[in-house]
Every structure is written in structure tokens, then in C-alpha cells.
């Protein structure tokens, strides 16, 4: 079992940053990886920044790429996703997904989320 709780969002005007938070705990850490995902109001939950289980690799969706920086700390059972440079768009509930499948793309896990950070960008 893993438990996940986001942490970090909040009001930003455009242009500026904000670093979220995924606290995990139950099963070890580092034999997972773990992925970002958001989802604005009336649309279906995207996927945002994927990282695997040492962090050597990751992976991004193409609208965060060069905005976004996800990292874990795998000492304090936690990934982070630096956001620079939001946009309006970016406006979503944020959450958290482990031990999905991590190759050329995540394929999250169904029953590891959080339960979600809101992230609002004011133009």
C-alpha cells in the first residue's frame, strides 16, 4: 500500500513559480515511480511529469517542458515538481500517482492517487 499527499499549491499571478509537494509513505519509497498529473474543471485529468524510481530518468508532457522540473528526495520519501513560468492555463487541481509503469511514457496506477493540490494562475 502507498499513501500520497500533495502539498504546495496555491494563488500565483502569470509568470511566476510554485513548488509542489508529494509526500509518500507505506511501501519503500525507491522501488516506485511516481508521476504529476492535473485536471482543470471541466476537462479530463492530464499528464503533467513522470519520474522513475532512482530519478535518473524522466519524462514530460510537452506543454511543461522547459516550465517544469520534477525531482524526488528519496532520504525524505518525497517528489517535488518546481513549476516556473505558469501560465494561466496551468490553472488545475494537481495530483500525485505512484507506482505507475515508467518507460517511453507513465501509465499511471489506478488506486495510488493523492488527493490533489489546487494550483491557480492569474493573468
Known amino acids: 500500500q502507498v499513501q500520497l499527499v500533495e502539498s504546495g499549491g496555491g494563488l500565483v499571478q502569470a509568470g511566476g513559480s510554485l513548488r509542489l509537494s508529494c509526500a509518500a509513505s507505506g511501501r519503500t519509497f525507491s522501488t516506485y515511480a511516481v508521476g504529476w498529473f492535473r485536471q482543470a474543471p471541466g476537462k479530463e485529468r492530464e499528464f503533467v511529469a513522470a519520474?522513475?524510481?532512482?530519478?535518473?530518468?524522466?519524462i514530460y508532457a510537452d506543454y511543461v517542458k522547459g516550465r517544469f522540473t520534477i525531482s524526488r528526495d528519496n532520504a525524505k520519501n518525497t517528489v517535488y515538481l518546481q513549476m516556473n513560468k505558469l501560465k494561466p492555463e496551468d490553472t488545475a487541481v494537481y495530483y500525485c500517482n505512484a507506482d505507475g509503469l515508467f518507460g517511453s511514457d507513465y501509465v499511471p496506477r489506478i488506486d495510488y492517487w493523492g488527493q490533489g493540490t489546487q494550483v491557480t494562475v492569474s493573468s
Open positions: 519520474i522513475s524510481r532512482s530519478g535518473d530518468s524522466t
